[in-house]
């Protein structure tokens, strides 16, 4: 072949092979009108006479190697290169390898897990065996994103085309009723698959076109929010909408028709909101490090949902936590709020907050009361009572007693900080 990096080799005619000259190089490939196979089975650069044929130094004729590389020897130490990019002398320094290395996450599809980061860790290798990098691995985390799909539509019987090609159809020749799906010009039932999107199926969706109605960070909080960053799943539309209504409850809890909302108050509110928000920051915080961004976001819901259910104002100083916490999934927002706060420099600055250890700690927790296998109630019971002291709440309940009618329990089960379960 033509393309890929020519080995810097050349066969003198007396059948030594010698290193081409380290000042000429790289060897660039030459420009050339055409690169068609030579008919020889040798690599197009074999008839291009000015370039293949050379005079060495001292005087002995000889030809290039026109033999290439493939495209990972030039494409699998990138990485190095970054490192090191205005370096004049040499791919990169071993200062600056020192400094970066290794790499501390790689995100990548797993079809690159046997070509190219194959490749890197063997060119890797080999640099640390001859003392060029410190460490013997280039990178210390990898995950595989998975894919997202779009919808295809097959008919039942299968049939293929011509050329051998299962028919589909785009999802602008059908359309649903009452679950199914239909060739609209035909009526002809077919059913719907997920798969890889691709032009030729017709199943992509342009981004532009949901950053024009939604915003830019609905988009970006939607590719986060659709389920496990490994897991591959289908593009949803409803689901673009409902991270947009978030985004307009997280507005909303600062802004008005009229603004500004004038009952935001200072600090950061009631016992019970800094609970929330401390429990936000310890949850938002951990499913970032362990890359589960979805669940992240999760957590953020829950925090809008119940920061203000209770009838308290919303308080500035929590805000102004919780825009931080959104930031990396809502940039453009983040910033409007910030700057709604009466922040004057952006957020990208800020320090991440810390959840204060002190506020995670529980006063009550959740009983939940089963009176012959079935759920009944719920209570709320102090987190240092004993087993003793939760059934007495328990049976003194007038719920459960009602659910009870003045039966005498036969057994009484009770699971710690879970449930209790009464047998009559």
């Known amino acids: 072949r ?16 010698v290193l081409v000259p380290e000042a000429d190089l790289p060897v660039a490939l030459p420009e050339t009108d055409t690169y068609q196979p030579s008919g020889t089975g040798e690599s197009p650069l074999a008839v291009i006479e000015d370039w293949v044929n050379v005079t060495l130094p001292d005087g002995r004729k000889g030809r290039r190697e026109t033999n290439t590389m493939p495209q990972w020897a030039g494409s699998c130490w990138y990485y190095l290169r970054y490192l090191d990019p205005h370096n004049a002398e040499a791919p990169f320094s071993r200062e600056a390898a020192d ?6 996450l790689y995100l990548g599809g797993d079809e690159h897990a046997v070509l190219h980061l194959l490749y890197a860790r063997f060119w890797h290798k080999v640099l640390f065996d001859l003392g060029y990098v410190g460490t013997q691995e280039p990178f210390r985390r990898l995950i ?9 539509y097959l008919p039942r019987d299968k049939r293929r085309n011509e050329e ?19 060739v609209r010009a035909t009526g002809e039932p077919v059913d719907e698959q997920w798969e890889k999107m691709s032009k030729s199926r017709g199943n992509v969706v342009n981004p532009d076109d949901v950053v024009e109605r939604y915003g830019a960070d609905t988009l970006r909080l939607y590719e986060m929010f659709m389920g496990p960053l490994e897991h591959s799943a289908p593009w949803q539309p409803e689901g673009v909408g409902g991270c947009f209504k978030f985004l307009k409850r997280v507005h909303a809890l600062m802004f008005s028709d009229e603004g500004l909302r004038q009952d935001l108050v200072d600090g950061q509110g009631s016992a019970r909101q800094r609970k929330l928000l401390h429990r936000t920051i310890q949850e938002v915080t951990e499913r970032i490090e362990r890359m589960q961004f979805n669940t992240a976001i999760s957590s953020m819901m829950v925090f809008t949902r119940d920061l203000v259910g209770k009838g308290e104002p919303p308080p500035k100083g929590t805000l102004r936590c919780f825009t931080l916490l959104l930031a990396p999934f809502a940039p453009h927002l983040a910033e409007e709020l910030w700057a709604a706060l009466g ?17 995670l700690v529980e006063d009550t927790w959740t009983c939940v009361v089963q009176i012959r296998g079935k759920r009944r109630a719920e209570l709320q019971v102090p987190a240092n009572a004993s087993k003793d002291e939760v059934v007495a709440l328990v049976m ?6 009602r659910h009870v009618g003045g039966r005498e329990p036969r057994r009484v089960i009770y699971v710690p900080n879970r449930l209790v379960n009464i047998v009559v």
Not at 99 to 104: E, G, T
Not at 144 to 150: K, Y
């Open 2 to 17: 033509y393309w890929g990096e020519p080995f810097p080799l050349i066969h003198a005619e007396d059948g030594e092979i």
């Open 396 to 401: 003194g309940d007038t719920t459960v007693q």
């Open 99 to 104: 400094y970066w290395l290794p790499v501390d």
């Open 343 to 359: 922040n004057p420099n952006t957020l990208a600055r800020e320090p991440w907050p810390e959840a204060d250890e002190s506020m």
């Open 144 to 152: 595989h994103q998975g894919l997202i799909l779009g919808a295809t």
């Open 164 to 182: 051998g090609e299962v028919v589909f159809f785009m999802p602008g020749d059908v359309e649903e009723a009452d679950g199914q799906w239909t």
